[in-house]
Every structure is written in structure tokens, then in C-alpha cells.
């Protein structure tokens, strides 16, 4: 497989809102991203991937655009965005900008315009229908609760929004739409951007005619477009949104061949422990055997036919400390765990921010504590189908998206350090012991567990293109697979919960030297190994560059 540089690349997602304030209103903006690009570089990120900076009504905080070539008030100007690029470039570190190009705000010129008649050149940029016997055109539901058709009365038509009112889907097979869609790719390209991180690219072959959101007949051929018409022309990392994919799908979005896509993010392991018998959003225990089969099957189905992204995190999914780990007792040695587990892998791995310190989710207590758009429609429609307050509390709890998306604690000052004003969302109260002071002063910290991990990456290629397999242990909750390369083995043993539990090392070599664990050191004796709660080791039978 030819070499590409975003193959030994990791990557830091930053959600801008909530990363740094520096103007004491209270929000994360551009110049406080830029105040702490040294703590990235120290970190050892190669690239940072922004949720979106674009000009915004924030009805879904950024990924409603108004604006695809400006940007957003709050976080500050284009010479700031410039400036980031810039400051980022100086210590090695690219930008991935986000493309949310499925939809747009309600607030997007274009919608304006194409509201404005039926003949408007602009109609057709987004989707309308008729009604059907005066009502919606078919039953398609929002994945923010409720019908995806939002009805105006100035044409007596609908339009199709699979997101929230104000984020009109675009009508894709309008050849206008990839055009300006290819052009603004292009123009921030040229600004010296280093990718794209592709928002729900799943949905742009769509046919909502036929009840077809995700995976539409149309979408690779589009993306192949996309690539010829705009960034194939560059060396960039691309990275699609794809909840629905399949290893089919991610073969071809991702395939060595270059027509798509680098890579996508698959969430196949982060639906492991969804409830789907149930009404209302919940979680049941993860089977840990599942996850460990599910990991395995994407390392060995991808080989040579695509490339991994490697995540457990996003600004949309609960925190997988609090989640999987155990966010009370064992909160550094869990979240190491999962570090180790996934960063010993094959792909280009992704911290989100706040990962690196083990930060947790934040329960509330009620609805008005809650800022995220799709937990509060979900609140209001199923409490008016008669769902109890605590029910609903409890569901958001577990899945909502405001979990991620508290400020980041960097010291145990007023409001971790984040703002020196009134924070835009509550900070987690718990920031006055984890923060990113307090993990660097500890000699236990989680931060230079990952610093340890991206360091590894770059300097071992078993790491990086190195053969995985799977090693069967009786163990449900233990893991263990090789990854092998020019006769370099590496193996990685963890234990994914807290039992104690032991696993025969027979398929060891003699030579065993220590790469990284969570503990002191391991325990091994006649080649058993004694596995403690959440314990990862990773040996190898040459000694690896740190
Ligand atoms: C993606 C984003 C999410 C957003 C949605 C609509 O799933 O990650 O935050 O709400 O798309 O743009
Ligand atoms: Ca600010």
C-alpha cells in the first residue's frame, strides 16, 4: 500500500465552543485555540480536526452554516482562522476543517432565496415536495425527533430537513449544489487547510422519495465526483461520517485506490450496548466479547483494502470512561486501558479533547441544565407522549450529547481556566480534580500515557503497518491480539473490566520486553499472567523505539 503521510497521523478533534475562551465571554474561541497550540504540540498531535468555525445561527451549534466562507461571530475573524493555520503549521500540526454539506441553516442565502417561489433558481438547492392529502409527503422522521418535512405556507410545499427545522437538507442531485459544494472545498483548500472531516456523508445520495436517507445509490459516484472535482488535486486527509457503513461501504469509501476517501468513522462498536427494544434512548451492559470481535473483524477485513480510523470518543457520544471504564474507582486505569487498546492498533487514531486527561460525562438534574438540541426535542416529545421527568433525565444522562461537550478543565481555578466570564454550558463540577494541571502533576497521569502512545506510533512501524491477529483466550473480558511486522511482534493484553483474571502466555515468544502498561508492572509467573482491574500490558520481543 503506497504510503500517505495521514497514516502515522493522529489527530485531535477540538469542539472550538468549549476548548479555551480568551475574551471572557464565556465561550471557547479561535485566539484560545491558538493559546494553546504548545499544550498540543507537547501532546504530539499531528493534526486537529475543528468541529465547525463557519458562520452559524447555532441552532445546532455550528453544524447549521450561513456562511461556508466566513466565520462565526463568537469565535472570531478570518485573519484569526488564518492565523490558526498559520501558529498550527509552525509546530507541525495541520487543521481539518469540518464539511457539513448535507444541509445548511435555514439562515444559508441559498435557503432564503429558495424559499422565496417556486421559480426561484435557488429552488432547487434543497428538497420540496407536495403535500399528500395535506399533510407531510411521507412519514420520514428527524433525527432530532419528529417528521422530517417542515411545511411553508408561502408555496404550499414542504421541505425535507433529516436534522432540525433550521437545517434544510441540499438537494445533491442538483449539479448546481456539488458545484458550489467543489468550490468552497477548494477555497478553503487553498487557505492551506490540511483535510476535511465529512459530517454525514452517509446521506448525500439520498432518496427521500423512497423512505432512502443513508447509503443512497448515488453517494459513492458523488464522492468519487467530489474527489476528481476538488480535493483530489491535494495531498489531504478526508475523513466521512458514516454511521451506517458496513465493511462493504467502508471498502469503498476508503479503498487504497484513492477515488474516495481516506477513511471513514464506522460506529459499529460504539452501538454495541444500545437498547434497541427500548422507547426512549438507553444503554444496556456492554458485552465486552462483542466489542473485542467487532475491533478484530475491522482490523483484519480492512487489511490492504482500506484504512481504519481508530475513536472512542466524539462531541456526540457519551464519554467511554463513564461509559465502558469505570469513571469512580478506577478512572485512570480504565481510560488508559481503552488508550492502550485502541492506539496499539492499525488506522489513524483520534483523541477528543479532554480524552487525554480521562474527563467524564456530567449528569443533570433537569432539562433546563440541558443546551443539546437533539436531547432537548427528544425530552419534549416523549414527555408529552407521557414519559416521566426521571425517565427522560436518566436517558440523557446516558446519551446526551452535552456529556462531551462541557467546557474543557484545564487548572482547578474559576471555571477550570476555560473563561474568565460565565461559561456558555456549566463546566463538569468535578473540574477541580480532573483538569490538565492536576493529570500532569500526577504520576499516574493519563496525558503521558498518551503522549507515550502517539510517541510509539511514530517511531515503531509495526504500529503503523504492522498484521493484526487475534489471540483466543477463554476470557470474555480480555483481548489480546498481535500485531506483527519485518519480524517485530507486538502483543497487547487487556482486561476490559474490573474482574481479576488470569491468561496462559503460551503463545509468547522467550524474549519479552515491557512496551507500555497501566500498572507498576506485570505480574507474570510461569507464563500466567495475573491481570488486575482494567489492566493493559503490551510486550514485545524486540525492544521498540520511545
Ligand atoms: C453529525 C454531527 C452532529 C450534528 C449532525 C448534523 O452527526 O457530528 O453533531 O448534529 O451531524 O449536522
Ligand atoms: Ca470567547
Not at 427528544?378 to 446519551?399: P, Q, R, T, V, W
Amino acid at each position: 500500500m503506497e504510503e500517505k503521510w495521514w497514516h502515522d497521523s493522529v489527530i485531535y478533534q477540538i469542539y472550538p465552543r468549549s476548548f479555551q475562551d480568551s475574551n471572557g465571554d464565556g465561550i471557547g474561541d479561535i485566539p484560545g485555540i491558538i493559546n494553546r497550540l504548545d499544550y498540543l504540540q507537547e501532546l504530539g498531535i499531528d493534526v486537529i480536526w475543528l468541529s465547525p468555525v463557519y458562520k452559524s445561527p447555532n441552532d445546532d451549534n455550528g453544524y447549521d452554516i450561513s456562511d461556508y466562507r466566513d466565520i462565526m461571530d463568537e469565535f472570531g475573524t478570518m485573519d484569526d482562522m488564518e492565523r490558526l493555520i498559520a501558529e498550527a503549521k509552525k509546530r507541525g500540526i495541520k487543521i481539518v476543517m469540518d464539511l457539513v454539506a448535507n444541509h445548511t441553516s435555514d439562515e444559508h442565502p441559498w435557503f432564503i432565496e429558495s424559499k422565496k417561489s417556486k421559480d426561484s433558481p435557488y429552488r432547487d438547492y434543497y428538497i420540496w415536495r407536495d403535500p399528500v392529502d395535506e399533510k407531510e409527503p411521507n412519514d420520514l422522521e428527524s433525527i432530532f425527533s419528529g417528521s422530517a418535512w417542515e411545511y411553508d405556507d408561502k408555496t404550499d410545499q414542504y421541505y425535507l430537513h433529516l436534522f432540525s427545522k433550521k437545517q434544510p437538507d441540499l438537494n445533491w442531485e442538483n449539479p448546481s449544489v456539488r458545484q458550489e459544494i467543489w468550490d468552497l472545498i477548494t477555497y478553503w483548500l487553498d487557505k492551506g487547510i490540511g483535510g476535511f472531516r465529512m459530517d454525514v456523508i452517509e446521506m448525500i445520495g439520498k432518496q427521500p422519495d423512497k423512505g432512502i436517507t443513508i447509503n443512497g445509490p448515488m453517494l459513492h459516484e458523488y464522492l468519487k465526483e467530489m474527489n476528481r472535482e476538488s480535493f483530489g488535486k491535494y495531498d489531504v486527509l478526508t475523513v466521512g461520517e458514516a454511521w451506517g457503513a458496513d465493511l462493504e461501504h467502508a471498502k469503498q469509501y476508503s479503498n487504497p485506490n484513492g477515488e474516495e476517501l481516506s477513511m471513514i468513522f464506522q460506529f459499529e462498536h460504539l452501538t454495541l450496548d444500545e437498547d434497541h427494544e427500548s422507547k426512549i434512548w438507553n444503554l444496556k451492559p456492554l458485552d465486552h466479547k462483542a466489542l473485542a470481535d467487532v475491533m478484530s473483524k475491522w482490523q483484519i477485513e480492512m487489511e490492504g483494502k482500506g484504512w481504519n480510523s481508530l475513536f472512542w470518543n466524539n462531541h456526540d457520544t457519551p464519554r467511554i470512561v463513564s461509559r465502558w471504564g469505570d469513571d469512580q474507582d478506577y478512572r485512570i486505569k480504565s481510560a488508559k486501558m481503552f488508550a492502550i487498546m485502541l492506539h496499539m492498533m492499525k488506522g489513524t487514531p483520534y483523541i477528543y479533547q479532554g480524552e487525554e486527561i480521562g474527563m467524564i460525562n456530567c449528569p443533570v438534574t433537569s432539562i433546563e441544565e440541558v443546551d443539546d438540541i437533539q436531547s432537548r426535542n427528544m425530552y419534549f416529545e416523549k414527555k408529552a407522549e407521557g414519559y416521566s421527568d426521571e425517565e427522560l433525565i436518566h436517558a440523557i444522562n446516558l446519551k446526551g450529547r452535552d456529556n462531551a461537550r462541557r467546557p474543557m478543565a484545564w487548572n482547578n481555578k474559576k471555571n477550570g481556566g476555560f473563561t474568565d466570564g460565565e461559561p456558555w454550558l456549566k463546566l463538569n463540577p468535578n473540574y477541580l480534580s480532573i483538569n490538565v494541571e492536576q493529570d500532569r502533576e500526577n504520576s499516574e497521569s493519563i496525558f503521558k500515557c498518551y503522549q507515550e502512545l502517539i510517541r510509539l506510533r511514530k517511531n515503531n512501524p509495526v504500529i503503523i503497518y504492522g498484521s493484526f491477529q487475534r489471540i483466543p483466550v477463554a476470557e470474555d473480558a480480555v483481548f489480546v491480539y498481535k500485531r506483527e511486522w519485518k519480524g517485530v511482534e507486538v502483543w497487547v493484553i487487556v482486561n476490559m473490566n474490573k474482574k481479576l483474571t488470569e491468561v496462559n502466555l503460551n503463545f509468547l515468544k522467550d524474549e519479552r520486553n515491557l512496551v507500555i502498561t497501566n500498572y507498576q508492572s506485570p505480574q507474570i509467573k510461569n507464563d500466567i499472567i495475573s491481570l488486575r482491574p482494567y489492566e493493559a500490558v503490551v510486550l514485545s520481543n524486540k525492544r521498540l523505539i520511545r
